[in-house]
């Protein structure tokens, strides 16, 4: 008697299993599926790391016309915390976009498009990278 409720929810979770794998299939490294879920994932990136470069030369422009001794620390202090965020959030996001456009090179069939949106937030975050110190040989098609 209980044998049946058992195989009904080995049957129902069987089916799930079943469903996930292909779905993991179609967003395996070769799929342009993958692809667009790393774009979107560095475009967000891209904004994160942005937005604390804004905020760290806000805080120096800040810092430059700091009179009292507290507010130049505090702002030190803060400029310092910032930069290694950035330097660490930039390091990331540079080992993204490699994974990101090696991924869209390798595609099969070959999808010029991603290839292309790759290539520019590569070259997105190069600037990037430039900013703040993390320099990375430029990229090129086909490198």
């Known amino acids: ?12 979770c ?20 993958f692809v667009r879920l790393l774009l979107l ?21 800040k810092l430059n ?5 507290r507010q130049i620390r505090s702002l030190s202090s803060t400029i310092s915390r ?17 994974q990101t456009y090696t991924s869209a090179v390798r595609l099969s069939p070959s999808n010029p498009g991603l290839i292309n949106q790759a290539l520019a937030a590569l070259l997105i975050v190069q600037q990037i990278s430039f900013q703040v110190g993390l320099g990375i040989t430029p990229a090129t098609p086909g490198s």
């Open 41 to 61: 994932n560095q475009a967000n990136q891209i904004r994160n790391d942005t937005k604390a470069i804004a905020t760290r030369n806000r805080d120096i422009a």
């Open 65 to 69: 016309s700091a009179t009292s001794s």
């Open 82 to 98: 910032l930069n290694s965020q950035i330097l660490n959030m930039t390091a990331k996001l540079q080992l993204l976009s490699t």
């Open 1 to 12: 008697m209980r044998t049946r409720p058992i195989l009904v929810a080995v049957l129902f």
């Open 14 to 33: 069987g089916v799930f299993v079943a469903l996930g794998g292909r779905d993991a299939q179609a967003q395996g490294p070769n799929s342009a599926r």
